[in-house]
């Protein structure tokens, strides 16, 4: 068997399949004892956090907010341009905030959806193309592009 069938067959089993033999073929290689390290220093670098934290030191944003901003500065600074067309406006974008993947359509749940196809745990953030919000509840969506 060469490489290449090996990759071929490894690449056809389902993604939690491939995900157990990494964790395997990875622990074979001694990589468990690098794992354990850093997963010391990540505890140490968290416990110095919530001390900055409790001591007044710096404050907190929380997810949510983050996650917006995210979202906000990706549409406005890399995406805008490229959707904001006239076959566009009034649909819905949503975006992958960690990568910058976006998916375009009529509606919310669908463009997540697919976007969470490619990768599971995603953080979508969503905007109406041309309008100040996705959505209008007691009141109207007002339209910021031609």
Same mark, same amino acid.
């Given at each position: 068997? %060469?490489? *290449? $069938?090996?990759? +071929?067959?490894?690449?056809?089993?389902?993604? #939690? +399949?491939? /995900?157990?033999?990494?964790?395997?073929?990875?622990?074979?290689?001694?990589?468990?004892?690098? &794992?354990?390290?850093?997963?010391?220093?990540?505890?140490?670098?968290?416990?110095?956090? &919530?001390? *900055?934290? #409790?001591?007044? *030191?710096?404050?907190?944003?929380? @997810?949510?907010?983050?996650?917006?901003?995210?979202?906000?500065?990706?549409?406005?600074?890399?995406?805008? @341009?490229?959707?904001? %067309?006239? *076959?566009?406006?009034?649909?819905?974008?949503?975006? $992958?905030?960690? %990568?910058?993947?976006?998916?375009?359509?009529? &509606?919310?749940?669908?463009?997540? +959806?697919?976007?969470?196809?490619?990768?599971? $745990? /995603?953080?979508?953030?969503?905007?109406?193309?041309?309008? &100040? /919000?996705?959505?209008?509840?007691?009141? %109207?969506?007002?339209?910021? @592009?031609?």
């Amino acid at each position: 068997m %060469t490489l *290449e $069938n090996l990759e +071929s067959e490894v690449l056809a089993l389902p993604k #939690d +399949s491939q /995900a157990a033999l990494l964790s395997r073929l990875l622990e074979h290689l001694g990589r468990g004892e690098i &794992d354990r390290e850093v997963g010391s220093i990540g505890g140490e670098e968290a416990q110095r956090r &919530d001390r *900055e934290m #409790d001591g007044g *030191e710096v404050t907190g944003i929380a @997810a949510e907010q983050l996650f917006e901003k995210r979202g906000k500065e990706l549409y406005e600074n890399f995406i805008r @341009a490229q959707v904001e %067309t006239p *076959e566009n406006i009034g649909k819905i974008i949503s975006i $992958n905030v960690e %990568t910058g993947e976006y998916e375009i359509g009529e &509606d919310l749940v669908v463009t997540s +959806s697919k976007l969470k196809v490619k990768q599971p $745990n /995603a953080i979508i953030w969503g905007e109406r193309i041309g309008f &100040d /919000a996705v959505y209008a509840v007691g009141g %109207t969506l007002v339209r910021t @592009a031609e």
